[in-house]
């Protein structure tokens, strides 16, 4: 968790902390920028005014400009051909370039107003320009851009400071805290696996025991009866060995399940014809499915190729139909059927009309030693695992499964397992 914590959400929060310190430092920074603009647009209103109030006379223009703070500020008249007929910065107007292809001059004619920093091609100093159309000129001021008009543009770094050193108590504070939670979520996840560990080992021991102790009991009773009949040897015999069959089943049952829990890497995928294994099934289940007179019908409308392991696979469809044949009664019908596919998995129902199960024990169908009918399932001699291992191997090729009893009779199992 505290991995994940600072391989995601922590450069989420820098990225996220810096597009706001980049907003806030552009934000300064047109504010100084428009404070600049005010005070050279008040000049320029100012300058227009006199202009206008003196009927187009440039006599004492040079007279109001002396009296401005700015003692090195520049003024330009231009009309609107673009022709300069006044600088109080050049004596000799006349030769001055048209400035109608000037930045400011051309964004004082889209709107009223523009400003530009650049070198003067006159007297090639280094200006911050802003220029004002009025209605039949262009009034431009432009003050030199030193030390003084830069750091006056430049953003006050009180505030990149101050987040700066936010964003890193910040960090510090969700480190502190997301190692803490961490450290809880790893003795909280200690004490589960702990748990859980312990309910499997009881699970276990607890079937296991079932049928080592008829095994004893049958071995004992053939030990200390050496004269029993030889029918009645036959019989004990008989039923240990269907003991020993169930407690193989469910030892490989186990390993089967620990294996695409714990190690599902270790799960070699190879191309496998579907088909061809829902055959192979049919044909191991043919017996038991006559002696309950069960119909199998398969629709998938063609072959059916995919990339998995085909002891798996065998595993939950052989499941699916042993669940059948075990628990949804005699003389039905199980349906095994191709829904369909889209780009990355196949879809599919598997379904029978037999007597289902209480809605109250769906949720529990794909838990380990689950059982419906306890004294039943011993009887039909499940291990309880059949259909957890049908959840876990769908799951490791990438699907997913769910059941839900079906109007009318019986269960109905729909997963996906991908291509």
């Not at 006199?50 to 223009?61: N, P, Q, T, V, W």
């Not at 802003?130 to 008009?149: E, Q």
């Not at 296991?208 to 009645?232: C, F, Q, V, W």
């Not at 002891?311 to 369909?340: C, H, P, Q, V």
Request: aromatic share 12%; hydrophobic share 40%.
């Amino acid at each position: 968790m505290k991995k994940l914590l600072f391989k995601y959400y922590i450069p989420l929060f820098f990225i996220f902390s810096f597009a706001v310190l980049a907003f806030q430092y552009n934000r300064e920074k047109q504010y100084k920028a428009d404070m600049l603009n005010t005070l050279l647009g008040d000049t320029n209103d100012m300058i227009y005014n006199y202009f206008e109030s003196k009927d187009g006379s440039l006599a004492h223009i040079d007279s109001l400009i002396a009296i401005f703070p700015h003692s090195d500020i520049r003024v330009t008249i231009i009309d609107l051909k673009g022709n300069v007929v006044y600088d109080n910065a050049i004596q000799d107007v006349m030769h001055m370039e048209n400035h109608l292809s000037r930045k400011e001059v051309k964004l004082a004619l889209q709107n009223g107003n523009g400003s530009d920093i650049r070198t003067s091609h006159t007297n090639q100093r280094r200006y911050y320009y802003h220029a004002t159309k009025f209605g039949n000129c262009y009034v431009r001021s432009s003050l030199p851009y030193d030390v003084n008009i830069s750091s006056l543009l430049r953003p006050d770094n009180l505030f990149l400071y101050f987040w700066l050193a936010l964003t890193f108590i910040i960090a510090a504070v969700l480190f502190y805290i997301s190692n803490k939670f961490s450290i809880k979520l790893n003795r909280e996840q200690i004490e589960h696996d702990a748990m859980v560990r312990r309910r499997l080992t009881h699970q276990v021991a607890h079937e296991l025991k079932t049928p080592l102790s008829s095994i004893i009991g049958y071995m004992e009773t053939l030990h200390d009866n050496p004269d029993i009949a030889p029918e009645r040897q036959r019989f004990f015999i008989e039923r240990s060995h269907a003991q020993a069959e169930r407690l193989n089943s469910l030892l490989q049952d186990i390993l089967m399940l620990n294996q695409i829990n714990e190690a599902p890497q270790s799960v070699q995928m190879e191309p496998v014809h579907l088909n061809k294994v829902v055959q192979t099934v049919l044909d191991d289940v043919e017996l038991k499915l006559q002696e309950k007179n069960i119909e199998v019908y398969t629709s998938f409308g063609g072959d059916i190729w995919l990339k998995a392991n085909t002891i798996l696979l065998y595993s939950i469809f052989r499941n699916l139909i042993d669940n059948a044949i075990a628990y949804a009664g005699e003389n039905i019908k199980i349906n095994l059927t191709l829904t369909g596919e889209d780009a990355k998995c196949y879809h599919f129902a598997f379904s029978d009309n037999g007597i289902g199960v209480a809605p109250e024990h769906l949720p529990f169908l794909f838990d380990r030693f689950y059982r419906v009918d306890k004294g039943r399932s011993r009887k039909t001699g499940g291990t309880g695992l059949g259909l957890s291992i049908v959840k876990n191997a769908v799951e490791l090729h990438r699907g997913t499964i769910t059941v839900k009893n079906k109007n009318g009779g019986g269960l109905e199992f729909t997963f996906s397992l991908h291509k």
